[in-house]
């Protein structure tokens, strides 16, 4: 399953202990709260039948029990609020793209850091599919500080020899090693074709949250003379003048275009959609979309 090469040195050292303490930094009161309101418990779990007391709901009277003893008893319920959440991480050749302060794959593992320590301390387990056109590695979810370095670890340092996106393959490896729903998070930049209906179904079984990941200059470029641009999954070389008012217009329209229609898509089949960039903060872009769907609860 693995073909790609992991790096272990000071500067990859260094980048994760990063990540891990401005992650954990990050995971405040209010930040772990905006998580568990939203992402509650599966259900309610029973957990004992106790005699009835004056403000009970009597809903959940047990009948059977208050008829042999001849006294109300009540159920009692519990919050299953152990939860297993699933990061599926893009790392296609498109995913070591930046031009601001950090690569995309970069963003990606502060995100998965700053979630997973947030889902950690809620008693949540986390498990990762990192994913380019095959799946590339697997951590079965955990509980763990370790566990959760691992993580960011792996995000940082997969140079996947593949180039192509094909999002339906971790989709379908999930659905394999996950029979209950799950909270997914899917973070890429969503460059790939042909993912829609599998998409679209895998949203009804799990809690999907899709997260694109976009460089600025993947939409807008400066006026900086010629540059050659290569797509980093299809390898196509183009060659355009940034001088050029109409044809730096003309690609910017094209990919703001794209952007709406992959907004489009996500709006229309229900699934929460967030699109981060690598020179803004997804810290506040989490909160936004946390809040925003606490109010449509």
Same mark, same amino acid.
């Given at each position: 399953?693995?073909?790609?090469?992991?790096?272990?040195?000071?500067?990859?050292?260094?980048?994760?202990?990063?990540?891990?303490? $401005?992650?954990?930094?990050?995971?405040?009161?209010?930040?772990?709260?905006?998580?568990?309101?939203?992402?509650?418990?599966?259900?309610?779990?029973?957990?004992?039948?106790?005699?009835?007391?004056?403000?009970?709901?009597? /809903?959940?009277?047990?009948?059977?029990?208050?008829?042999?003893?001849?006294?109300?008893?009540?159920?009692?319920?519990?919050?299953?609020?152990?939860?297993?959440?699933?990061?599926?991480?893009?790392?296609?050749?498109?995913?070591?793209?930046?031009?601001?302060?950090?690569?995309?794959?970069?963003?990606?593992?502060?995100?998965?850091?700053?979630?997973?320590?947030?889902?950690?301390?809620?008693?949540?387990?986390?498990?990762?599919?990192?994913? =380019?056109?095959?799946?590339?590695?697997?951590?079965?979810?955990?509980?763990?500080?370790?566990?959760?370095?691992?993580?960011?670890?792996?995000?940082?340092?997969? $140079? =996947?020899?593949?180039?192509?996106?094909?999002?339906?393959?971790?989709?379908?490896?999930?659905?394999?090693?996950?029979?209950?729903?799950?909270?997914?998070?899917?973070?890429?930049?969503?460059?790939?074709?042909?993912?829609?209906?599998?998409?679209?179904?895998?949203?009804?079984?799990?809690?999907?949250?899709?997260?694109?990941?976009?460089?600025?200059?993947?939409?807008?470029?400066?006026?900086?003379?010629?540059?050659?641009?290569?797509?980093?999954?299809?390898?196509?070389?183009?060659?355009?003048?940034?001088?050029?008012?109409?044809?730096?217009?003309?690609?910017?329209?094209?990919?703001?275009?794209?952007?709406?229609?992959?907004?489009?898509?996500?709006?229309?089949?229900?699934?929460?959609?967030?699109?981060?960039?690598?020179?803004? =903060?997804?810290?506040?872009?989490?909160?936004?979309?946390?809040?925003? /769907?606490?109010?449509? /609860?």
């Amino acid at each position: 399953m693995n073909e790609s090469t992991q790096f272990f040195d000071d500067e990859l050292l260094a980048k994760v202990k990063k990540i891990q303490f $401005k992650a954990k930094y990050m995971v405040n009161d209010a930040f772990a709260g905006e998580y568990l309101s939203v992402f509650k418990g599966r259900g309610m779990e029973f957990e004992e039948v106790r005699e009835y007391v004056p403000g009970d709901d009597i /809903r959940n009277i047990d009948w059977n029990v208050t008829a042999r003893s001849q006294k109300p008893y009540i159920k009692t319920f519990r919050d299953e609020r152990e939860l297993v959440v699933f990061f599926l991480v893009d790392v296609s050749a498109s995913s070591h793209f930046g031009t601001q302060k950090k690569f995309k794959n970069e963003v990606s593992a502060e995100i998965t850091a700053l979630l997973a320590y947030t889902a950690l301390r809620s008693n949540d387990k986390v498990g990762l599919i990192i994913f =380019s056109d095959h799946v590339e590695h697997y951590i079965p979810p955990k509980k763990g500080r370790g566990h959760v370095w691992s993580l960011i670890r792996d995000i940082l340092s997969f $140079k =996947s020899k593949a180039k192509r996106t094909d999002i339906s393959v971790p989709i379908d490896f999930m659905n394999k090693v996950m029979k209950k729903k799950a909270i997914t998070f899917l973070i890429s930049d969503f460059q790939g074709e042909g993912f829609e209906n599998k998409l679209r179904s895998f949203s009804r079984k799990h809690d999907l949250v899709a997260i694109s990941v976009t460089d600025p200059r993947e939409i807008e470029i400066p006026n900086i003379g010629y540059i050659e641009l290569e797509d980093a999954e299809t390898g196509e070389s183009l060659l355009i003048n940034t001088s050029d008012l109409n044809g730096v217009q003309s690609f910017s329209k094209k990919a703001k275009l794209a952007l709406r229609e992959k907004k489009r898509f996500f709006q229309k089949n229900g699934i929460d959609f967030l699109d981060v960039r690598t020179d803004g =903060s997804y810290f506040d872009t989490l909160i936004k979309f946390f809040r925003e /769907r606490e109010r449509k /609860r």
